[in-house]
């Protein structure tokens, strides 16, 4: 089993910047994968970006493409979302996610484990 905690939701203006972090512990494999979801009120789940373990492939959504960047530090078994130009419709709950063997293709899209997620605001 896998734990992960993340932090660093709040309140933000549009055009500002802020930084998630989330936090994994317990059993993790040789290789995970690590990603982002998000959900706004009253819509679904969507993903947001994902790295694979080395950090040399990373995946984003096109609504997030050169305002996110998502990185990762497998020492201390954390995961970063940078966001940039931040915009009213990127309020969300974040929610971080792992998948043990990210193997395949769009393996960011079948997760094995979900924190509980962390608020971002962005208004005015």
């Known amino acids: 089993q896998v734990q992960l905690a993340e932090s660093g939701g709040e309140l933000v203006q549009p055009g500002g910047s802020l930084r998630l972090s989330c936090a994994a512990s317990?059993?993790?494999?040789?290789?995970?994968?690590m990603g982002w979801y998000r959900q706004a009120p009253g819509k679904e789940r969507e993903f947001v970006a994902a790295i694979s373990y080395g950090g040399g492939n990373t995946y984003y959504a096109d609504s997030v493409k050169g305002r996110f960047t998502i990185s990762r530090d497998n020492v201390q078994k954390m995961v970063y979302l940078q966001m940039n130009s931040l915009k009213p419709e990127d309020t969300a709950v974040y929610y971080c996610?792992?998948?043990?063997?990210?193997?395949?293709?769009?393996?960011?899209?079948?997760?094995?484990?979900w924190g509980k997620g962390t608020l971002v605001t962005v208004s005015s």
């Open positions: 317990g059993r993790t494999t040789s290789n995970y994968g």
């Open positions: 996610t792992v998948r043990d063997f990210p193997y395949g293709t769009n393996w960011y899209y079948d997760m094995d484990y």
